[in-house]
C-alpha cells in the first residue's frame, strides 16, 4: 500500500514540478515562437500558438538591418571580462574571509551584499559623470570594471561559502610544506574549489550576459551589447513584435545554450553545501 | 639539526591566556611526547613550535636561532596532521613530491627522494593513486612520506594515529618509532594516550592547562611522578589513592599505589575488600575492589591465572618500597 501511495505521489509531484516549469518557460518559449511569425500575426487575437506560417524573414531582416555579431563580441568581451577580473580579485579575499577571519569579518560580508540592496540608478549620476571625465563612456573596458564591481559581492560571497568547506588543515599543511602564500592559493586552494570556482564563473557570466540597466545607460555603439541590441527594437516609432522577438531570441540563445549545457554544475553550485 | 628552545613562551587567544610562561628544550634527535587531557594545550604548544600559530610573548629557538618572527614554510619543520591533510586532488607521488616542488628542487632529484621514501613506507604500488582511493593507514604514511623528503631539521606529529583502529595503531606506532631510530631526527609527538607516550617517547611533557607539570623519561615519570596529576595520569590501570588515616601512617596527606605493586591473597594481606568486577585480559586481571575502607575502589593487577569473582572478599598488600607519597599541595614527598 505504501508503494502505491508513494507511486502516486511521485507522478504527482512530476506533473507539478513540469506545471511549474512551462509555466517560467513560457515567455521564453512565447518569444521563440512569435519571432517565426509576420508582424500580423504576431498581433493577432485570438493568439496563434502553433497554427501560423512560419517563416524567418525577421531574422533576415534583424541580421540585416544590425550587425548581430558585432553585439555578440561585446557581451562576450563584458561578460567574460567582468567574471575573470572579478574572480581574480574575488579568490584572495574570499580566502582571507574564510581562512583567516576577524571579528568584523561576518560585517564586512553582510556590508558588501548590502550594496546589491542599492537601486541601482541612485549612483548612475555620479558614474555616468566618472566614465565622461576618464573617457569609459561607450568603452568595453569601463563596461568590465562597472560589472565587475556590480555582481563581486556575489562572486566573493559564493567563494567564501565553497572555501569555508575546505578543511583549513590542508593550507596549513601546505605552509609547513614550504608553500607561499600564491602557491597556497595557486596549486591548493583553487584545485581544489575548481567545482565550486565553475558555479561562480557560470552564474555571474550569465548575470553579467543579462544586465541591462548599467549596458544600456552607459553605451552607444562601440560597446553595445546584445541587451542594447534588443532595446533598438522596442522602439517609439512603433512595436515590431515579431522582429523584437527574432532580436530577443538571438540574444539569449547563446546563454541559454550554454546553461543547457551547464545546468549540472549550476545546480550543484547553488546548492552546494545544503545537499552534502 | 633539530634543537629546538621554547623561553618564556605564552600564548592568549583574546583575554584567554591558554600557554602561560613556559621555558622548554628539547635536545637534536630527541623523541619527544607532548601528553595531557584534551584542552591541556598540546596541541596549541606544537602549533606554536610550527608557527601556524604566533606566539603571545617569548621566543622560539631552532638550532640556536630565534625562529619567532620566521613563517611555517621557512622553519624547516614537518608536520603530520591528525587529519593527514593530504593534498585530495594530487595522486600520492604528488603529494610527497609537494615539498620538494616547492623547494625548487629539479626533477630528477624530486623523483628519486619520492621514490626513496614510497619504498622505506611500502607506497611503491601507491604512487599514482589518490588519496581518497588509499586506507587510513595508507593515507597516514603518505603524511608521513611528505613530512621525510624534505630531510626537516624536526617533525612534529600532532595526534598522527588517533583516527586510526586499535590495530593499526600499534602497527604505526612501531613504524614511526622505527622511523625514528632510523633517521635519528628531532621528533616532537603529540597526543592524549599515555600508553603512545610511554612506549615511544624518549622525554615525556606532562601538560595540564598549558602548564607542563613534569619533564622526563617514561621510567622517571612511572617511578617518580612529581605531583597527583603526573601519578594519576601516567600508568595504566590509574594509580591508586588514598586518604585519611592509612595515608597518615605513612607521614602524607595522600598516598598512591599503583595496582600493578599490591598483592592479592585469599586468606591474609594488610587490607581486604570485596570484588566488585574482575577484568580478565587473559595476560592478567583486573580486580576493582570495593568496602575496603580506604578509597571507594581500590584496582589491583594481578596475574592472569588468578580467578576471583565478584563477591568474593580477598586480601591485598601493597609492597611498602614503591608508596607514593603526596603532601597536602598534592607534591611528592621524598
Known amino acids: 500500500m505504501a508503494r502505491a501511495v508513494t507511486t502516486r505521489r511521485k507522478s504527482l509531484n512530476t506533473a507539478l514540478a513540469w506545471a511549474v516549469g512551462l509555466l517560467i518557460f513560457f515567455p521564453i518559449l512565447w518569444t521563440i515562437l512569435t519571432s517565426f511569425k509576420t508582424e500580423a500575426q504576431a498581433i493577432a487575437s485570438p493568439p496563434l500558438f502553433l497554427n501560423f506560417d512560419w517563416t524567418l524573414e525577421n531574422y533576415a531582416i534583424v541580421q540585416e538591418r544590425s550587425d548581430y555579431m558585432r553585439f555578440l563580441w561585446n557581451s562576450v568581451i563584458i561578460a567574460g571580462g567582468s567574471t575573470i577580473l572579478g574572480v581574480i580579485i574575488a579568490v584572495p579575499a574570499a580566502w582571507a574571509m574564510a581562512f583567516v577571519p576577524s571579528k568584523r569579518t561576518k560585517d564586512i560580508l553582510l556590508w558588501m551584499l548590502s550594496t546589491k540592496m542599492l537601486p541601482a540608478v541612485g549612483v548612475l549620476y555620479p558614474i555616468y559623470l566618472l566614465f565622461i571625465r576618464l573617457g569609459l563612456l561607450d568603452t568595453r573596458g569601463g563596461l568590465v570594471v562597472v560589472l565587475m564591481l556590480i555582481n563581486l559581492p556575489i562572486i566573493v560571497w559564493m567563494l567564501y561559502t565553497y572555501f569555508r568547506e575546505i578543511p583549513g588543515e590542508i593550507l596549513e599543511a601546505a605552509r609547513m610544506d614550504g608553500a607561499t602564500l600564491k602557491e597556497e592559493i595557486l596549486y591548493v586552494l583553487t584545485p581544489m574549489a575548481i567545482p565550486g570556482i565553475a558555479s561562480t564563473v557560470l552564474l555571474n557570466f550569465i548575470l553579467a550576459w543579462n544586465e541591462a540597466f548599467w549596458t544600456l545607460n552607459l553605451t552607444a555603439v562601440d560597446a553595445a551589447p546584445l541587451t542594447a541590441f534588443i532595446a533598438s527594437y522596442s522602439s517609439p516609432e512603433g512595436l515590431f513584435f515579431a522582429k523584437l522577438s527574432a532580436a530577443s531570441t538571438m540574444a539569449i540563445a547563446p546563454i541559454l545554450i550554454l546553461g543547457w549545457f551547464s545546468q549540472k554544475q549550476l545546480v550543484r553550485g547553488l546548492t552546494f553545501g545544503a545537499v552534502k | ?334
Open chain 2, 1 to 334: 639539526m633539530g634543537r629546538i628552545q621554547l623561553k618564556s613562551v605564552t600564548k592568549s587567544f583574546g583575554d584567554v591566556q591558554v600557554i602561560p610562561p613556559l621555558d622548554l628544550t628539547i635536545e637534536d634527535g630527541e623523541f619527544t611526547v607532548f601528553v595531557g587531557p584534551s584542552g591541556c594545550g598540546k596541541s596549541t604548544l606544537l602549533r606554536l613550535i610550527a608557527g601556524l600559530e604566533d606566539i603571545t610573548s617569548g621566543s622560539i629557538d631552532i638550532d640556536g636561532s630565534d625562529a619567532t618572527d620566521v613563517p611555517p614554510a621557512k622553519r624547516g619543520l614537518a608536520m603530520v596532521f591528525q587529519s593527514y591533510a593530504l593534498y585530495p586532488h594530487m595522486t600520492v607521488r604528488k603529494n610527497i613530491a609537494f615539498p620538494l616542488r616547492m623547494a625548487k628542487l629539479d626533477q630528477a632529484e624530486i623523483d628519486k627522494r619520492v621514490e626513496g621514501a614510497a619504498s622505506v613506507l611500502n607506497l611503491s604500488d601507491y604512487l599514482n593513486r589518490r588519496p581518497g582511493q588509499l586506507s587510513g593507514g595508507q593515507r597516514q604514511r603518505v603524511a608521513i612520506g611528505r613530512a621525510i623528503v624534505r630531510e626537516p631539521a624536526a617533525f612534529l606529529f600532532d595526534e598522527p594515529l588517533s583516527n586510526l583502529d586499535a590495530a593499526l595503531r600499534v602497527g604505526m606506532r612501531l613504524e614511526i618509532s622505527e622511523l625514528h631510530e632510523r633517521l635519528a631526527t628531532t621528533m616532537i609527538y603529540v597526543t592524549h594516550d599515555q600508553v603512545e607516550a610511554m612506549t615511544m617517547a624518549d622525554k615525556i611533557v606532562v601538560l595540564q592547562a598549558g602548564v607542563i607539570e613534569q619533564v622526563g623519561t617514561p621510567l622517571e615519570l612511572y617511578r617518580t611522578p612529581r605531583n597527583l596529576f603526573v601519578a594519576g595520569f601516567i600508568g595504566s590501570p590509574r594509580m591508586n589513592f588514598i586518604e585519611g588515616p592509612e595515608a597518615a601512617k605513612h607521614g602524607a596527606r595522600t598516598i598512591g599505589i599503583r595496582p600493578e605493586h599490591i598483592g592479592v591473597s585469599e586468606t591474609e594481606g594488610e587490607w581486604s575488600g570485596v570484588v566488585s568486577v574482575s577484568e580478565h585480559l587473559g595476560s592478567d586481571t583486573f580486580f576493582h575492589v570495593h568496602e575496603t575502607g580506604l578509597a571507594e575502589t581500590i584496582t589491583v593487577r594481578a596475574d592472569g591465572e588468578v580467578g576471583f569473582r565478584h563477591g568474593d572478599r580477598i586480601h591485598l598488600t601493597p609492597r611498602a618500597d614503591v608508596i607514593h607519597r603526596f603532601d597536602a599541595q598534592g607534591l611528592r614527598i621524598e
